[in-house]
């Protein structure tokens, strides 16, 4: 039975505007995502807290369901932005990333989902950053696993293309 094995959409060496500078603004993109994640959360806590006092203490039973609550809240969340037309959390948005399927298509739900999952099980390893070191299109671990790489979106990529030709000796020729 043959298997379709696709090739890889993207090349870092006949488009590495599409990796320029990606992994850093990763990082600022996770911090971005890791603050809408937690704000409701920590909302959510103040609330409880409040209901706890209004009903002299039985309210505060509600704390038992906020870690299962901020599990759900963050797998929806990844699973939701990363599933948009864009491809991206809303800290990806903000730093013009996107993500993308090893063989180009764009990211969905359950991709979405399962890729904080891994990712939060990786990252329990930090050492295992250095794989973004180690390859050419700076995938981390867990991009490796589930096929996924997380390139600069098209408009960021059209202006790092148009910086690089101006910057170029031949300009054009």
Do not use: Q
């Amino acid at each position: 039975m043959p298997i379709d094995i696709k090739p890889h959409a993207y090349d870092p060496e006949r488009t590495p505007e599409l990796f320029e500078g990606v992994l850093a603004r990763r990082v600022v993109a996770f911090v971005i995502d890791f603050v809408l994640i937690a704000v409701p959360v920590v909302v959510a806590a103040m609330l409880i807290f409040a209901f706890g006092i209004i009903t002299l203490g039985l309210g505060f039973a509600l704390y038992y369901f906020l870690p299962a609550a901020t599990v759900i809240w963050a797998l929806f969340y990844c699973g939701a932005t990363l599933a948009s037309p864009a491809s991206a959390t809303i800290g990806m948005r903000v730093m013009d990333l996107e993500m993308r399927t090893w063989y180009g298509a764009p990211a969905y739900f359950v991709l979405g989902a399962v890729h904080a999952i891994v990712f939060w099980m990786t990252m329990s390893f930090p050492p295992v950053l250095l794989v973004a070191f180690l390859n050419e299109r700076r995938r981390l671990l867990h991009d490796i696993v589930l096929g996924t790489v997380v390139i600069n979106n098209a408009r960021r990529a059209a202006m790092l293309r148009a910086a690089m030709a101006g910057m170029s000796p031949y300009n054009g020729l």
